[in-house]
């Protein structure tokens, strides 16, 4: 009996292996890992940050190959710890708060997943993948929630990725969320309330989005928004759902991961990300800015690029969710919206203030090339993207988005957020920073040292008091707990 | 409860002593004679523990059986014993070195000069 | 094989008082001798270890003098023993190693109390006699008494006189016990005693079992009996430090283990289970919380030692061998990353420990700021250190016999550790002004401790197959 339970448990047995399901997520983490790897020794980074970034890749890998839950959960704790490294590696107060940050997060992340896995085993008796039962459903909810950055625990998704050098946070933040959206595939098929979640992710990233004022904050709420799209595709645990969903990881895994780089490569040339201070770039970063239209056009929808076939496919497979649908709707005309200022500011306009325009150069082709094939690639699977489709977990029927009704509804959200920019744009760049919830994280946290504190200040150095507590305890232990 | 014979009404009563001198005194001296003096209720104890009303002494004649007091408890205790003397012997100098260094002896004070 | 038993125990007392002698005569070899006296000792509890395996029997008598369990003492080997016969004898040997290049001024008086201490726990595994389990426990805790004031700075004078004044109630409390055992049951083995426990009067039997448990809960530190070990465990020098969190708080882990089956978990008479249980979450969030209140790095290891404590009362507590295992389990990793993180921090730190006063040590000293940094990732209880597979086998035992908020508590004391760790980090790996060639290496022999200490908690994961196989039938045998 005993010994059943510690094989159940199943020390030593470790397991990878690729199926129908990771297929997709095996494809996209190899190619965004090497072109991020390639953009991260293009900015020539210490040997210990490009390590670790190699290390990120891998360990992300083999989360998503994990063949049972233990060697899944191993892996996702390493992830943890690496990525940890990557945030705290930029050297500054700033990052290192973040990642302190971070780190809390992503603990408590791991104790629901922990919690949640071994209930399953406990009811289930094994490790492998099933069906979660009632009991575990609240601490993967937990774990997976903070790990997608649902809402309310999305706020570590822009305070990281904005907090991190940005050679180590092109390959950061293409792969923590998206192993938490596999997790949900995996672990959390058929719970009704996550396709809702995800809606509220994608209005909730874009609305905070809009009022940010440093590009890569923008950007990654931007994560938190397209996440959503991805957490209601799969959450929906249909065939057309996870495929939809599954489909549009790879696809903004690229486009994603080719704006931080173009926003990496802006901050490397000219030293900041801060919006209302940039401008003009286009005459001195042409191909910089072409690459980031890619990424905003792929983004916000636009055919032909990628990101239009997967939204076009998630509105598809929601079709019996109407609040979902609309909400992903309204999101996508944020999107559009939030892009156009994102390269208004950056590249279009004419900069406010004159020594931004003394000529930053052009990239250098070692961060150029990466990001080029990748706005290949998402224009490449936009036009085609039956090149995906034999990869994705159910290899699904894939519905031809170039029609005339799929086209429309690509392309008037991002039309109508363009429009919204160009007629709000004064308001906005007056509108402040929003406070997120972590502010009230933090408040807790302060408030839970200083209890603390003053709990071992009163407790400390008595011996006297501290030794009556051993008579009373006596006494009342023989008393009570008979 | 009139059943308990003297000895431990006494065992009582040194354990009480000690514990309620260990819990309230001030002086660390005191604290260690507190000790001490548990220590001696618990080894009273133990010696009772061996001795019936009209036991005989196990030195002459048969040393085990009814009618005789137990040996053992008093090879008990002559360890214990041994032990309290060692560590009162420690504990005295400890609290001399305490003494060298802060002056004083009492808790609360040691406690002020500290922080 | 025959005769390692009492040898254990013999042999350290020898090099004890040996050591002064030799200092006196050859002063110049003191420190090979030491070395080669710990060595051997290491030698030979590992030879009993495995001449306890090779023998492939439950358990080994070995009757002192001759005089069989009804007038004698009795030493008695069994897997429980052998395993922390292991733990303790490897945690003795690095405190040894770690001691000769972090205390090089020490007089040998130090070596002296240190091998006293490895005598007297060796004393505690290995004994079947109730009264020569007090004697032992003595001895190891007086000569740990002066260990702590071996600096004989002020704080460390008064914390020791702290542990001495717990300590001693504790083991009143343990002689009372053992007193009520002998007049309940007329005998002191142990063996004896487990098979009429079961005959003696409710009340005495609840006395017995709660003076025990409250007893060994001071010595285990927990709550709310913990407050000796913070001053104890942080104004103590590090190698100290590591010999008190990492060995001897497992004396009592050892002890409990021991006793309770014996006891039958006090079955009919205190319901022992449900109070470790209360008691363990109280230990796991108090001593989180209260670590999480310090601003003394060695302060915050040994909270976290409590803490940690508390997982291991819990796994006792749950009742069933999983629980057990688990517990055992993580004495082992306890054993190794606590130790691990006190020699790293007393090789970052020169001087104070206060936090404010390290920033980025940790990164200028090799190799002990990636050891601290593990041995503190595996106590937070991440992989790929052992203490993420001890964790598990608890939190499993606890959601199996139904007790899932019982198996929450264990996480989060994880999360409420990653935040004071997490602090920790911010300030020792902060990088500084300074230059980063002002870099301080270790001299080999800490190097070494530092290293088995690392790949170690990360082995206990490697081969958490096999360990946890391994203590679990240890754990079937004693209370299946």
């Known amino acids: 009996m005993l010994q059943d339970a510690i094989q159940s448990l199943g020390f030593g047995r470790f397991a990878l292996g690729i199926d129908a399901v990771n297929m997709i997520f095996v494809i996209a983490f190899v190619m965004v890992g090497t072109m991020g790897l390639l953009y991260t020794l293009a900015s020539r980074p210490p040997i210990k940050r490009a390590m670790l970034s190699l290390v990120f890749v891998l360990a992300s890998l083999g989360c998503v190959t994990a063949g049972n839950m233990l060697t899944f959960l191993i892996f996702w704790e390493l992830m943890l710890?690496?990525?940890?490294?990557?945030?705290?590696?930029?050297?500054?107060?700033?990052?290192?708060?973040?990642?302190?940050?971070?780190?809390?997060?992503?603990?408590?992340?791991?104790?629901?997943?922990?919690?949640?896995?071994?209930?399953?085993?406990?009811?289930?008796?094994?490790?492998?993948?099933?069906?979660?039962?009632?009991?575990?459903?609240?601490f993967f909810m937990l774990g997976i929630g903070i790990k997608v950055g649902a809402i309310p625990f999305h706020t570590w998704v822009p305070d990281a990725y904005a907090s991190a050098s940005p050679s180590v946070s092109v390959v950061l933040s293409g792969f923590t969320t998206k192993v938490g959206v596999y997790a949900i595939i995996r672990l959390l098929p058929g719970v009704a309330a996550i396709p809702y979640m995800g809606a509220a992710m994608a209005l909730v990233g874009v609305l905070l989005a809009l009022l940010q004022k440093y590009s890569r904050r923008v950007l990654g709420y931007h994560i938190v928004s397209q996440v959503g799209y991805m957490v209601a595709g799969v959450g929906l645990a249909t065939a057309s759902g996870i495929d939809a969903g599954s489909l549009h990881v790879i696809n903004h895994i690229a486009y994603k991961t080719l704006l931080f780089m173009a926003a990496g490569a802006v901050i490397y040339r000219v030293g900041s990300d801060h919006l209302p201070s940039l401008g003009g770039l286009i005459r001195y970063m042409p191909l910089t800015f072409i690459c980031a239209l890619v990424g905003a056009l792929s983004i916000?929808?636009?055919?032909?690029?990628?990101?239009?076939?997967?939204?076009?496919?998630?509105?598809?497979?929601?079709?019996?969710?109407?609040?979902?649908?609309?909400?992903l709707t309204i999101a996508g005309i944020g999107t559009g919206a939030s892009f156009m200022k994102l390269l208004w500011y950056t590249y279009?306009?004419?900069?406010?203030?004159?020594?931004?325009?003394?000529?930053?150069?052009?990239?250098?082709?070692?961060?150029?090339?990466?990001?080029?094939?990748?706005?290949?690639?998402?224009?490449?699977?936009?036009?085609?993207?039956?090149?995906?489709a034999g990869y994705l977990p159910h290899a699904g029927p894939a519905p031809d988005p170039f029609t005339l009704s799929g086209l429309t509804a690509g392309a008037w959200p991002p039309v109508a957020g363009v429009a919204f920019f160009t007629v709000a744009r004064q308001l906005l760049s007056r509108a402040p920073e929003p406070p997120d919830v972590d502010a009230l994280y933090r408040r807790g946290l302060v408030l839970m040292e200083y209890v603390a504190y003053s709990l071992a200040r009163i407790t400390e150095d008595r011996l006297q008091g501290n030794l009556m507590m051993i008579l009373v305890v006596f006494l009342v232990a023989l008393l009570v707990f008979r | 409860m009139m059943g308990l014979s003297l000895a431990y009404w006494v065992v009582l009563l040194l354990f009480g002593m000690g514990l309620y001198c260990i819990l309230t005194e001030s002086n660390l001296i005191k604290i260690a004679v507190g000790i001490n003096v548990m220590e001696a209720g618990l080894l009273l104890f133990l010696v009772r523990l061996s001795y019936s009303p009209g036991d005989l002494a196990p030195l002459m004649g048969p040393t085990t059986g009814p009618g005789i007091a137990d040996p053992i408890p008093h090879a008990l205790t002559l360890t214990a014993i041994v032990i309290a003397a060692s560590t009162t012997a420690l504990m005295l100098s400890l609290i001399i070195q305490i003494y060298r260094h802060y002056g004083t002896v009492d808790i609360e004070e040691i406690r002020s000069k500290m922080q | 094989m025959s005769h390692l038993p009492i040898l254990v125990i013999a042999i350290p007392l020898l090099f004890a008082f040996l050591i002064p002698l030799i200092s006196m005569l050859f002063p110049s070899v003191r420190r090979i001798t030491v070395t080669a006296m710990g060595l051997v000792y290491a030698g030979l509890v590992g030879m009993m270890i495995w001449g306890y395996h090779a023998m492939g029997v439950d358990r080994v008598i070995y009757p002192l003098g001759g005089?069989?369990?009804?007038?004698?003492?009795?030493?008695?080997?069994?897997?429980?023993?052998?395993?922390?016969?292991?733990?303790?004898?490897?945690?003795?040997?690095?405190?040894?190693?770690?001691?000769?290049?972090?205390?090089?001024?020490?007089?040998?008086?130090?070596?002296v109390l240190l091998f006293i201490v490895a005598s007297g726990i060796m004393g505690i595994i290995l004994t079947a006699d109730f009264f020569n389990l007090y004697v032992f426990i003595e001895m190891s805790a007086i000569a740990s008494f002066p260990l702590v004031a071996v600096s004989r700075r002020g704080t460390a004078l008064f914390a020791s006189l702290y542990y001495m004044v717990f300590t001693l109630v504790s083991s009143a409390l343990i002689l009372l016990g053992i007193i009520l055992v002998y007049a309940a049951t007329g005998s002191l083995n142990m063996g004896e005693v487990a098979a009429v426990f079961d005959t003696i009067p409710e009340l005495t039997r609840a006395s017995i079992v709660g003076s025990f448990v409250i007893g060994l809960s001071v010595k285990v530190a927990l709550i709310p009996f913990h407050s000796w070990l913070p001053p104890a465990h942080a104004e103590a020098v590090s190698p100290i430090s590591a010999l008190l969190s990492g060995v001897l708080l497992k004396n009592g882990v050892y002890m409990l283990m021991r006793l309770l089956p014996i006891f039958?978990?006090?079955?009919?008479?205190?319901?022992?289970?449900?109070?470790?249980?209360?008691?363990?979450?109280?230990?796991?969030?108090?001593?989180?919380v209260l670590a999480m209140g310090q601003g003394n790095v060695k302060r915050i290891l040994a909270c976290s030692s409590?803490?940690?404590?508390?997982?291991?009362?819990?796994?006792?507590?749950?009742?069933?061998?999983?629980?057990?295992?688990?517990?055992?389990?993580?004495?082992?990793?306890?054993?190794?990353?606590?130790?691990?993180?006190?020699?790293?921090?007393?090789?970052?730190?020169?001087?104070?420990?206060?936090?404010?006063?390290?920033?980025?040590?940790?990164?200028?000293?090799?190799?002990?700021?990636?050891?601290?940094?593990?041995?503190?990732?595996?106590?937070?209880?991440?992989?790929?250190?052992?203490?993420?597979?001890?964790?598990?086998?608890?939190?499993?035992?606890?959601?199996?016999?139904?007790?899932?908020?019982?198996?929450?508590?264990?996480?989060?004391?994880?999360?409420?550790?990653?935040?004071?760790?997490?602090?920790?980090y911010q300030v020792l790996y902060a990088p500084s002004e300074r230059e980063p060639d002002d870099v301080s290496i270790s001299p080999w022999q800490t190097t070494i401790v530092l290293v088995v200490t690392a790949v170690g908690s990360i082995a206990t994961l490697v081969w958490a197959g096999n360990l946890a196989r391994i203590f679990a039938t240890i754990a079937d045998y004693l209370v299946g």
């Open chain 1, 348 to 388: 279009l306009r004419d900069p406010e203030n004159r020594t931004v325009s003394s000529g930053p150069k052009e990239v250098d082709p070692g961060m150029a090339i990466p990001m080029l094939l990748l706005a290949v690639f998402c224009l490449a699977t936009g036009l085609r993207p039956d090149i995906l």
């Open chain 3, 67 to 111: 005089w069989g369990p009804d007038v004698g003492i009795v030493l008695e080997l069994d897997a429980l023993s052998a395993a922390f016969a292991g733990i303790m004898g490897l945690g003795i040997l690095l405190v040894i190693l770690y001691s000769q290049d972090y205390m090089e001024a020490a007089e040998s008086k130090y070596y």
């Open chain 1, 300 to 327: 916000s929808g636009v055919p032909p690029f990628n990101g239009f076939v997967s939204k076009y496919w998630l509105k598809l497979a929601l079709d019996g969710q109407p609040v979902v649908l609309h909400a």
């Open chain 1, 81 to 138: 710890i690496v990525s940890y490294l990557m945030i705290v590696s930029a050297g500054t107060a700033r990052s290192r708060n973040a990642g302190f940050r971070y780190l809390l997060y992503h603990v408590i992340a791991g104790a629901g997943m922990l919690v949640g896995v071994l209930v399953q085993v406990s009811a289930t008796g094994s490790m492998a993948f099933s069906a979660p039962t009632n009991a575990a459903i609240p």
């Open chain 3, 264 to 288: 039958g978990f006090g079955d009919g008479s205190l319901d022992v289970r449900t109070l470790l249980l209360v008691i363990g979450v109280l230990t796991v969030i108090g001593g989180n």
């Open chain 3, 306 to 424: 409590v803490a940690h404590m508390g997982y291991i009362a819990l796994g006792i507590g749950i009742g069933g061998a999983l629980g057990f295992a688990g517990a055992l389990f993580h004495s082992l990793n306890h054993m190794l990353m606590k130790a691990g993180a006190f020699f790293s921090v007393g090789c970052i730190a020169d001087g104070s420990f206060e936090l404010s006063g390290l920033r980025g040590a940790a990164l200028r000293t090799r190799p002990a700021g990636i050891t601290f940094a593990m041995s503190t990732a595996g106590l937070i209880g991440l992989p790929p250190f052992g203490s993420f597979a001890s964790k598990i086998m608890i939190m499993f035992a606890a959601i199996d016999a139904g007790m899932i908020g019982i198996a929450a508590v264990l996480p989060a004391g994880a999360v409420l550790s990653a935040i004071y760790y997490g602090r920790v």
